[in-house]
């Protein structure tokens, strides 16, 4: 059975990016995430579920692992006819996001007495249809995957 990132280990196109951990880098970050979308020919919906799942886990990387300091975040991507894969890299403290992430509030609990904190990670990780994480080398290293074909819709997460 082929899976969605043996589709893109078939990437026509091919790209790494070197930012500091910064809030001004994330722009250049979601520009890369766009252009591989559009190279892939993603829907309207996976664009958006990939750009809001990589949005997240670096914006994560800078304010919550580097805490406002130094770093450097390396965002690689591959982008084919069956879909795009990014991987996001950095230095931070190591940081499993599936092991990180809490569950969403239980319906009808008012916003004022809802946790702080979680939800991004946990639509990050909803928003993919492939997710994977390592640490080796002291480095974190997420992969996102989404396919090009029939993805506009967020599919279920255990």
């Given at each position: 059975m082929t899976t969605?990132?043996?589709?893109v280990e078939l990437a026509r196109t091919s790209c790494v990016l070197e930012v500091p951990a910064t809030v001004g880098?994330?722009?250049e970050i979601a520009s890369l995430v766009l252009r591989l979308a559009a190279a892939a020919g993603l829907g309207k919906g996976a664009t958006y579920r990939l750009r809001l799942a990589v949005d997240e886990l670096a914006t994560n990387v800078v304010m919550h692992g580097?805490?406002?300091g130094d770093g450097r975040i390396t965002v690689r991507g591959r982008s084919g006819p069956g879909g795009v894969?990014?991987?996001?890299?950095?230095?931070a403290?190591?940081?499993?996001?599936?092991?990180?992430?809490?569950?969403p509030a239980c319906p009808?609990?008012?916003?004022?007495?809802r946790r702080i904190g979680g939800l991004?990670?946990?639509l990050a990780l909803t928003s993919v249809d492939e997710f994977g994480y390592a640490h080796r080398d002291g480095r974190n290293?997420?992969?996102l995957t989404v396919k090009a074909e029939g993805t506009d819709r967020c599919p279920p997460r255990p």
């Amino acid at each position: 059975m082929t899976t969605v990132t043996d589709m893109v280990e078939l990437a026509r196109t091919s790209c790494v990016l070197e930012v500091p951990a910064t809030v001004g880098a994330l722009g250049e970050i979601a520009s890369l995430v766009l252009r591989l979308a559009a190279a892939a020919g993603l829907g309207k919906g996976a664009t958006y579920r990939l750009r809001l799942a990589v949005d997240e886990l670096a914006t994560n990387v800078v304010m919550h692992g580097y805490r406002g300091g130094d770093g450097r975040i390396t965002v690689r991507g591959r982008s084919g006819p069956g879909g795009v894969q990014i991987v996001i890299e950095d230095c931070a403290p190591p940081f499993d996001p599936v092991e990180g992430r809490l569950p969403p509030a239980c319906p009808g609990v008012p916003p004022e007495q809802r946790r702080i904190g979680g939800l991004g990670i946990h639509l990050a990780l909803t928003s993919v249809d492939e997710f994977g994480y390592a640490h080796r080398d002291g480095r974190n290293i997420s992969t996102l995957t989404v396919k090009a074909e029939g993805t506009d819709r967020c599919p279920p997460r255990p």
